[in-house]
């Protein structure tokens, strides 16, 4: 049966060593702070923007919400970026995706400062983390690498299978493992016959977003299986894309949805808003 992969256990250690870092920031005169910005009342939304305003609370991180209204236009929305990046105060600026469709996300990504953006989705910030001087790492691949140095599973020489190819998980998640001194495949939705990869992994990182897409026979026996995936099953229940149960009498450890690398996700934002106020105040 496969180790489960506890994210709760190891991101509750990681805001421990966060909040130590804010004290010591704090007692140099720097209170770390993020700003995150949500247009409309996407109910989805609300509740990630809860839980990142709570896992602040935790660390000891200021957070400001700015609730938007859904008409929100897109120069009050660039106005308001303007005002973050200039406001000393402010060290991290998220802007809760989706927004409404009448607004340009990718325009308003690209107004954050580069330095104030702690999700790490600015074209600057990509291209650092291409060629490996990042300081900011988007923040669901970078719980994952840390859930695997945790566990004490190198990327190193190993064959890493990333399915998703996504600019928010699948190509940066790629990238980091890559950085790791893995050998990386990258699949997606042109991939033929992917069972034909995925068997190769010794590694594989599920983010698709497709209940059942990985079932046993399509995984080598004794890979670390990552599931970054968060679907909803007949009965509504949190589930990732592989089959949980048969995969785990196959891989030799596995994170389960809920409880794997979604809590990571919220505690790499809380260290690059950390990050972010020490750059920033150096
Ligand atoms: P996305 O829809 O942007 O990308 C999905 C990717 O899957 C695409 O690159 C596509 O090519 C690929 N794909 C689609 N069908 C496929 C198939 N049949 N075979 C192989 N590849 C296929 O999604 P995303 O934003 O990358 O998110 C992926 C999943 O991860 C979602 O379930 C999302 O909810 C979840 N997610 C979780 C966290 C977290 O904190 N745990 C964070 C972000 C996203």
Known sequence: MAKVIDGKAISSAMLDKVAADVSALKAAGVEPCLAVILVGDDPASQVYVRNKHRACERVGIRSVSHLLPADTTQQALLDLIDTLNDDDTVHGILCQLPLPAHLDAEQVLLRIRPDKDVDAFHPANVG?????????????????????????????????????????????????????????TVCHSRTPDLASFTRQADILVCAVGKRGLVTADMVKPGAVVIDVSINRDENGKLCGDADYEAVSKVASAITPVPGGVGPMTIAMLMRNTVTAANAQSR
């Open 128 to 184: 650092r983390i291409t060629i490996g001087n990042a300081e900011l790492l988007p923040c669901t691949p970078a719980g994952v690498m840390e859930m695997l140095r945790y566990e004490g599973i190198s990327p190193a020489g190993k064959h890493c299978v990333v399915i998703g190819r996504s600019n928010i998980v699948g190509k940066p998640m790629a990238l980091l493992l890559l950085a790791a001194n893995g050998t990386v």
